[in-house]
């Protein structure tokens, strides 16, 4: 398991700055970068893509924002993750609607079925996770100048 105290302290941070009822797309992207990948790493640690698709994050009603913050610490396997679970979806783009979106997702899916299938998206999720936690890190250390305002 990696060090996240760096990557849960500059959380915590961000939530301290904008409020608990926070919207991404309105935040500089180093922030809406460390929000988004540490938040869907719970979620998806929790309960997999079902988890995630059954919450709604404002601002990021696609979760695409979510999708690009994994772009942008480089986390190439947690991305292969989340572009397979998108891909169950017309365009590869989550339905903003939540029902919808989990009645599509649990037609292809479930979690105890998922993480038996060693390709399915959450277990490729669950292998990029500590991964995905150091690329966080390094992104943040590499970064520090852009949370100095917090």
């Excluded at 696609?62 to 610490?73: G, N, P, S, V």
């Excluded at 190439?76 to 979106?101: C, E, G, H, L, W």
């Amino acid at each position: 398991m990696p060090d996240i105290k760096l990557a849960a302290d500059t959380f915590k941070r961000i939530l301290k700055h904008y409020g608990d009822d926070v919207d991404p797309s309105k935040m500089p992207e180093a922030h809406r970068t460390v929000l988004a990948v540490f938040h869907s790493h719970g979620v998806l640690g929790n309960g997999g893509f079902q988890f995630l698709f059954e919450g709604d994050l404002t601002g990021d009603p696609h979760f695409q924002l979510t999708r690009e913050a994994y772009e942008t610490i480089g986390a190439d396997d947690s991305i292969a993750a989340f572009d397979k679970a998108y891909s169950v979806f017309p365009n590869s783009t989550p339905p903003k609607d939540m029902n919808q979106r989990l009645t599509i997702w649990q037609s292809n899916y479930n979690l105890a079925d998922s993480v038996a299938d060693d390709s399915s998206p959450d277990s490729l999720y669950f292998a990029s996770m500590d991964d995905a936690m150091q690329n966080l890190k390094r992104y943040i250390e590499s970064n520090s100048d852009r949370f100095s305002d917090l």
